[in-house]
């Protein structure tokens, strides 16, 4: 059909549903950001799909004129695996957030990505429930008061980063709601990479966690407390006068301040190397924490793997190779079988 | 004495039952005993039994592990009441299974393995066998020895030898009842190599030599074969005709199936079985649990592959969530639930048929569904077919309810002509149809929504489990149009049963009784309206494979006999649903005890009935 060929704007991946997210909610950025990289992605739309399980971030497919699915809560990544597995051509992705990807889907989250599915999981980390309105999440920060914790939450919060690396994700990044060029670019390498993409992306929810993420999305202060990853470049932060440096002794990350003339790998600050085989590097940057340090935003680590559904194809290529196509008659004929006349 | 010396008496019907500890091969010897029966041309129903535990301990009642045939020169429904041989390989094997023996029947126990120790294990405070000979004909076998004595000078371990003794009690069944070796031996053969295929075959060889020999069969049988149907037969068991009716599926209906299953008592064989299958685009996922496994497998269906997930209660149970998921949404897979014995985790390895409700009523709100049921193992087969074509047709899932009983017995089944089975096109919604498709948009006549799937251009939508909006599928909350997709979907079920071929009555078409079973208790049901009628009662039989939605003549064909019957595995549960439908007095015959039911249990109750007031 035509629709490969002509040339796709934002505008052709809006979908007639009005949006329902709150005003001022972090979701409608990612939801423009996303909008607008499916064009340039160069990926038909028909073979574009968004699956989600429950919660606020998971009406987001509702939104995309592109294939949905909005499914049970925390289930998303197991239909995607299902469709992914039945149609490897098809672009895959998972929006879900802290709740829905960490609480009640955890154990799906932990298989699809060690599986190394062909995906791209966007998971919107607002700290909170939103939609259940305003309970505790598995990230909220310990001591948090809400309705459910009137005392403050006494659980310890799970880092989206560390458990993605967990599982062995092979990309790994972080991306803010309110940073779009970063946010896109990020999108871009999620979509490159071949395999499960998992992103953190740091998001606002004005109405019951408002300023969670606060002096990272604002740009005021955000040179100070966001730590830029670029491939091969130092682990620098901070304004023109006031840089800082991370430097790892024994994998144990702490700051340097640099001065302007400074080179800051002469100092020994960290260049940034998303490839390294081992997590141990990738953890030392989740470890990063506000407030004692930046927290890294881009891409933390970016590794080859074969995909789970590619492996698949393969062995059933290779049943056919070996065996055959499938025979139906051979097969109900198969081992010891007697004729009555 | 020479082996022409020997009497051969005929029999047309023999029960044998194989028991022993659940290392010693009982299901294996069994399953070779039934394809030399088989071969030998005989109608044929087996029952393997076996305790849960992988090795329970040795010696002890809780590991023993049986496996029963029934073969006949005659049509045969069920693995028998009664058995007329048991060969024991153990203490405990015989007390767990003596007492369902016929009297005078024959007893064979390994003596070698009646030490006192043993006894004492297996519970009996003396020595059970000069109380056995009264009731039994009690042949004392060595099989330990003879075992030993015919594997001398292979370089194997004392233990890997003992291992072998089963095959001995094979050879020596084989000349009990005349059966041929050879597909034994080919098995062998491909299984084994070097001295252990040696030691095996020639143990088997000493079994059936030692029957020829030995004075303590002073006769031996032949069963003649059974007068059935011309034709191409093989054993199949439940849980194989399922897997091959899933393959079956993909060929028939030229599209590629996905598997997704989580491995659970008693259903893991048939995702082993598929997973062998490959060569057939088959896809076979196993998941990280029972959700993963039934989503994962919408997710197929969405991206249009034939989508199927498999398991038995407890994991039927966590798949409802998803399974309300896909009534909503309204795509086409099959879900199919061995049945086992609960609730929790109850006895995973015994059969039962107690999740008929749950699978009509077991998810939140009004979710309905279509639920069928095979009734034989071989029967396994065409029920998975029916269930994918439904599914597709009327885009919905479907739920197949096996058996435990019916997963891991075997009979035999006329193969079918391949070029016979139904075939038949998926018509998905196409991009020329873009203008005007709208995803729930449906067929006038039997209101299946269409089915677009992921790749094709044009027909982007969103699907969701949101309350939607006629048509458009939009998500709304409007309560009038809530009431009418509620309705929508329950009236698409209920046309299903237009396409039900109307009940065929087994017997007189009105009468004083009708027997009404549906799944896996067919044999036993059949046997024994057999019996009543040989007796000289007036008894009617049907049984259902449609459940949901139960056939369109259903109602009428109850109302026509004055009594109605309905023997199930559960408490009554079909039962329950008849009564509150036609507002008739059906009389449950309930069991629960893990096991099938026996022929004269439901005689006698058909007979008791029979006595009643109408
Ligand atoms: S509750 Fe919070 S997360 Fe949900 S839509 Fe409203 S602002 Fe956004």
Redesign the interface.
């Known amino acids: 059909m035509a629709a490969a060929a002509e040339k796709l704007t934002r505008r052709d991946f809006v979908s007639g549903q009005d949006v329902r997210w709150c005003p001022g909610c972090g979701d409608y950025s990612i939801l423009a950001n996303v909008q607008r990289v499916m064009p340039e992605l160069g990926v038909p739309r028909e073979n574009i799909v968004f699956i989600s399980g429950i919660g606020c971030s998971s009406r987001f497919p509702y939104y995309m004129n592109t294939y949905g699915f909005h499914t049970i809560h925390g289930r998303a990544p197991a239909f995607a695996t299902g469709a992914k597995v039945a149609n490897p051509d098809l672009s895959m992705w998972i929006v879900t957030g802290d709740g829905d990807g960490l609480s009640i889907g955890g154990n799906h989250l932990l298989h699809v990505i060690r599986r190394n599915l062909d995906c791209q999981i966007l998971l919107f980390n607002n700290r909170v429930y939103g939609l259940t309105k305003g309970q505790y999440s598995p990230t909220s920060e310990r001591g948090m008061r809400t309705k459910s914790s009137p005392q403050g939450a006494i659980d310890h919060p799970i880092d989206p980063i560390s458990f993605a690396l967990g599982c062995g994700a092979t990309f790994v990044a972080r991306g803010i709601d309110v940073d779009a060029p970063h946010m896109q670019d990020v999108l871009r390498r999620a979509h490159a990479h071949k395999g499960t993409s998992f992103i953190e992306i740091l998001q606002n929810c004005p109405v019951f966690n408002d300023g969670a993420w606060g002096e990272l999305e604002d740009r005021k202060t955000r040179a100070e407390t966001a730590l830029v990853l670029e491939h091969g470049k130092p682990l620098v932060y901070g304004s023109p006068g006031r840089m800082k440096g991370i430097v790892l002794d024994q994998g144990v990350p702490s700051i340097i301040e640099l001065a302007d003339a400074d080179d800051p790998v002469e100092r020994g600050v960290v260049v940034h190397d998303e490839t390294h085989e081992t997590t141990s590097y990738a953890y030392a940057l989740a470890t990063l924490k506000r407030p004692e340090f930046p927290m890294p935003v881009g891409i933390i680590r970016q590794v080859e793997k074969p995909t789970y559904e590619s492996m698949l194809e393969d062995q059933v290529e290779e049943a056919i190779q070996k065996r055959g196509p499938g025979d139906l008659e051979a097969l109900l004929n198969s081992g010891d079988t007697w004729q009555v006349s | 004495m020479s082996a022409d010396a020997k009497e051969i008496l005929q029999l047309d019907d023999v029960a044998i039952r194989f028991a022993g500890d659940s290392g010693d091969g009982m299901q294996l010897t069994g399953t070779k005993f039934t394809?030399e029966t088989?071969?030998a041309?005989n109608d044929l129903s087996t029952y393997p039994d076996f305790p849960a535990e992988i090795r329970a301990p040795a010696g002890t009642m809780a590991g023993v592990s049986g496996y029963q045939i029934h073969f006949s020169s005659h049509d045969i429904h069920t693995p028998a009441d009664r058995v007329d041989l048991l060969i024991a390989f153990n203490p405990a094997a015989l007390r767990a299974n003596v007492d369902d023996m016929r009297s005078q029947g024959m007893v064979i126990i390994n003596s070698d393995a009646f030490t006192s120790k043993a006894m004492a294990r297996a519970g009996y405070d003396e020595d059970p066998r000069p109380g056995l000979g009264d009731r039994y004909k009690l042949v004392e076998v060595p099989l330990t020895t003879l075992n030993r004595e015919a594997l001398q000078g292979l370089s194997l371990t004392q233990r890997e030898i003992d291992r072998c003794k089963n095959f001995f009690a094979l050879g020596l069944l084989c000349w009990l009842y005349s059966r041929p070796m050879e597909?034994t031996e080919?098995w062998l053969s491909t299984k084994f190599s070097g001295d252990v295929l040696e030691a095996n075959l020639r143990t088997l060889k000493a079994g059936f030599a030692f029957g020829e020999t030995t004075e303590l069969f002073p006769a031996h049988y032949v069963v003649p074969?059974a007068k059935?149907?011309?034709?191409?037969?093989?054993?199949i068991t439940g849980n194989t005709a399922l897997a091959?009716g899933i393959?079956?599926a993909g060929?028939?209906m030229n599209r590629?199936v996905?598997l997704?299953a989580y491995p659970i008592t008693p259903a893991s064989d048939v995702l082993h079985e598929v997973a062998r299958?490959?060569?057939?685009?088959?896809?076979t996922?196993q998941?990280?649990?029972e959700?993963?496994?039934a989503?994962?497998?919408?997710?197929?269906?969405?991206?249009?592959?034939l989508?199927v997930t498999i398991s038995s209660g407890p994991g039927f149970i966590l798949k409802q969530?998803?399974l309300g998921?896909a009534v909503m949404?309204e795509l086409p897979l099959v879900v199919i639930n061995v049945q086992r014995s609960g609730p929790a985790t109850g006895s995973p390895t015994k059969t039962e048929q107690g999740d008929l409700l749950a699978a009509l009523y077991g998810r939140h709100s009004q979710s309905p569904l279509p639920v069928l049921a095979p009734s034989t193992p071989s029967d396994c087969f065409s029920t998975v077919l029916e269930a994918f074509r439904i599914a597709v047709r009327f885009m919905t899932p479907v739920v197949v309810l096996s058996e435990g009983y019916l997963a891991n017995s075997a009979e035999p089944w006329k193969?079918?002509d391949?070029s016979e089975l139904e075939r038949s096109e998926i018509v998905f919604a196409k991009?020329e149809d873009a203008a005007t498709f709208e995803p729930y948009r449906r067929d006038p006549d039997i209101l299946a929504r269409p089915w677009a799937?992921?790749?094709?251009?044009?027909?982007?939508?969103?699907?969701?489990?949101?309350t939607k909006e006629d048509v458009t599928g939009?998500?709304v909350y409007g309560p009038e149009n809530h009431q009418r997709m509620v309705d929508l979907r329950a009236e698409k079920i209920a046309r299903i049963a237009d396409e039900i071929p109307a009940i065929a009555v087994e017997g007189p078409d009105s009468g004083p009784l009708l027997v009404v079973g549906w799944g896996g208790t067919l044999g036993s049901i059949t046997a024994a309206v057999e019996a009543a009628r040989a007796a000289g009662h007036t008894v009617s039989q049907i049984h259902l494979r449609h459940l949901n939605p139960l056939p369109a003549d259903l109602g009428d064909v109850l109302g026509r006999f004055e009594r109605v019957l309905c023997p199930e595995l559960n408490e009554g549960q079909l039962a329950m649903m008849l009564r509150s439908r036609y507002l008739l007095n059906v009389r449950s015959f309930s069991k629960i005890t893990g096991q099938p039911f026996k022929v004269w249990e439901i005689r006698e109750r058909i007979e008791a009935i029979l006595k009643e007031e109408p």
């Open positions: 394809d088989a071969l041309g597909a080919r074969s059935i149907e011309a034709g191409t037969y093989r054993n091959w393959v079956a060929v028939q590629p996905y997704g299958h490959r060569n057939f685009g088959v896809k996922f998941a990280e649990d959700i993963a496994a989503s994962s497998t919408i997710g197929a269906a969405f991206a249009g592959h989508a969530e998803a998921l949404v193969i079918p391949v991009a799937i992921p790749g094709t251009p044009g027909l982007e939508h969103r699907i969701g489990g949101l939009n998500v």
